[in-house]
DNA sequence: TAGAAAAACTAATATCCGTTAGTTTTGTAA
DNA sequence: TTACAAAACTAACGGATATTAGTTTTTCTA
């Protein structure tokens, strides 16, 4: 029987993914041995293979999972009908969220994603460019209805988007503040400032 | 006689590091061999070697050059005898303009870091923590004086200066818009925030 | 319980890496 | 021009890397 175990629900590739996730994080792709990564779960370096395709191969289904979970949140708030603003407030809870839920893959999806290879990176990167695109989009609307402030919309997306994703270094004060507290203060922030 | 150039002003070692900067930067720490950074100086790899000491060294002297600038620049603006918004807004426009003027370094301080061995790796936090601290220091001031709202301040930090790391992108667009109208609109959202 | 399929193992390979040793070339100063 | 020092070069080493081949063990199914 294998000794890779699957997690309750799913193959044991995804285990295997799930682990890579957390050794990539913490040292690197480059930098992680598929040695490394075999002694973690308990196996031989070869036996991986039998699972998995190769190395490339599990930093694609990392970033491209996560790429996907955006864009399809993305999809459904275009499609609701809020306000911008309030849209604007979803897509930042969301990013906190994911980012303290699946926190390893978030994390190599946003720092790794260079070592994707070709026709991956190009992929990857494109998908990236697109997510941004529409919440300018979203911001510019907001402008022309007069619920956002005559910023520069790329400028606003640029800012929210690295704001969120600096939720990592969170990870270090997981308990000193609650996530909801977290949550609250950022949006407030991002949304309406620091002055009184 | 040595076939690399030392920049107009500056050692040959310098000018060693400069380039590492860059190709780490492209490449990532792990992924840039001496051999691809001797490529590109114009050398065989061991050449380097009668100017710098190791791979490892090049990446401290890259971190803390960065370190030193910014704890400096803090010190500075600390010893101001300005007001509490006024400091967050000279914090900021440093931060974009280092940013923008040193993009290689600071984006390597950023994200290669964690490759420093140790004792520089803990030097290193510690360092980035201290600073972290001292800027927290500076907001909870700005809410005892009521110049600031009652926001968790390490979240505005870190709101903050995740922000402002996200300049990175803007390496990309940099024609599209100018550096004054990028630091008027960042230092204007993440004080006033997005909302009429 | 027998046979098939899955997944583990060992051994090995070719490649790349940082770095050292030893030598030769180049530039500088007398 | 000669001697010295700086910095280049070639060759090589020891170690790590992802991955393959071939074999044995384990597990599932009938």
């Not at 996560?66 to 849209?87: C, M, P, R, W, Y």
């Not at 998908?127 to 695109?133: F, I, N, V």
């Not at 907001?142 to 969120?164: C, D, F, M, Q, R």
């Not at 990870?171 to 609650?178: D, E, F, L, N, V």
Request: proline share 2%; aromatic share 8%.
């Amino acid at each position: 029987m294998a000794k890779i175990k699957a997690r309750l629900n799913g193959t044991k590739k995804d285990a295997i993914i799930q682990s890579a996730a957390a050794l990539f994080r913490h040292k690197g792709f480059k930098a992680s041995s598929m040695r490394e990564l075999a002694e973690e779960i308990g196996v031989e370096a070869p036996s991986l293979y039998n699972h998995i395709g190769s190395k490339s191969e599990l930093l694609q289904g990392i970033c491209f999972k996560i790429a996907a979970d955006f864009t399809q949140h993305l999809q459904s708030v275009e499609n609701s009908g809020n306000s911008v603003i309030h849209k604007l407030e979803q897509l930042i809870r969301f990013h906190i969220r994911i980012m303290l839920q699946e926190y390893n893959e978030v994390y190599v999806a946003n720092h790794e994603w260079k070592h994707l290879e070709e026709p991956f990176l190009a992929d990857f990167l494109n998908q990236r460019k697109s997510y941004e695109k529409r919440i300018t989009q979203l911001i510019k609307d907001g402008i022309s209805k007069k619920e956002v402030k005559n910023i520069h919309p790329h400028v606003a997306v640029l800012t929210i988007l690295s704001a969120v994703r600096g939720i990592e270094f969170w990870q270090r004060h997981k308990t000193a503040i609650s996530t909801k507290e977290l949550e609250e203060n950022m949006v407030d922030h991002l949304l309406n400032g620091l002055t009184i």
